[in-house]
């Protein structure tokens, strides 16, 4: 049962900040949004996660507006490695459930 | 992936046969998952464990059973295979909950390739 909205596909030029937007309208007050990422046929890989603060770490950073309704994804210099479908996940606290929607698939063109 | 693995990558079985699929963690998590990724679905959870013999369904999880007698290992159990159940299948695992904050974040394995013929 996703709770995401996002663009299913987006395109970024090489070495441009890629913004990647996502809605989550009905997140509940003590839920996270997270964002994994997933290359070819791998398995997902993490990338970062926040409540209500904008936080940044060495791949990214997550911008989620006032009323959490919606965040943004922000890859500063995309190269071409950052190619992938990209997960906009609200974390459901019981189980720890992570329900994955189909994403947002990202060119990085050269 | 480091401290989780599948087995085995990929298989072929018949319609109507049963089929497990095994994952494996040397991290010591509580939680573990497994999911099935189909194209224009995304990951779908199916199963998840939150510790020795403590398993829920999730959003798919007809035709599926799960088992987890220890906490190293959660196996999938597909107990008479279809053709719609041809996807393929991931494991994760999450330490879970712990301080406000602290990075609940799930590990992936790298996934098992099963096709149902």
């Known amino acids: 049962d996703a709770k995401t909205t996002q663009p299913p596909s987006m395109d970024c030029a090489e070495g441009r900040a890629a913004n990647l937007p996502c809605n989550h309208s009905?997140?509940?007050?003590?839920?996270?949004v997270y964002w994994y990422r997933q290359i070819h046929s791998q398995g997902p890989q993490y990338i970062i996660h926040g409540l209500k603060n904008n936080e940044t770490n060495e791949m990214a950073s997550l911008i989620i507006t006032e009323d959490r309704k919606s965040s943004t994804l922000i890859l500063p210099h995309a190269t071409l490695r950052d190619t992938a479908v990209y997960y906009c996940?609200?974390?459901?606290?019981?189980?720890?459930?992570?329900?994955f929607g189909t994403g947002t698939s990202l060119t990085v063109i050269p | 992936d480091a401290g989780i693995t599948q087995s085995p990558r990929h298989k072929v079985t018949e319609t109507g046969t049963p089929v497990t699929l095994r994952c494996h963690q040397t991290?010591?998590?509580?939680?573990m998952y497994w999911y099935r990724q189909d194209p224009g679905h995304g990951l779908r959870l199916i199963h998840y464990?939150?510790?020795?013999?403590?398993?829920d369904k999730g959003e798919v999880s007809d035709g599926y059973s799960v088992s987890r007698s220890k906490t190293e290992d959660f196996l999938l159990t597909l107990e008479s295979a279809t053709s719609s159940q041809t996807s393929v299948y991931f494991c994760?695992?999450?330490?879970?909950?712990?301080?406000?904050?602290?990075?609940?974040?799930?590990?992936f394995g790298s996934g098992t390739r099963l096709t149902v013929v």
């Open positions: 994760a695992i999450s330490a879970g909950p712990g301080r406000a904050g602290d990075n609940y974040g799930y590990t």
């Open positions: 996940i609200v974390r459901v606290p019981t189980g720890n459930q992570f329900y």
């Open positions: 991290e010591n998590h509580r939680y």
């Open positions: 464990s939150y510790g020795v013999k403590d398993t």
């Open positions: 009905t997140i509940s007050g003590n839920e996270y």
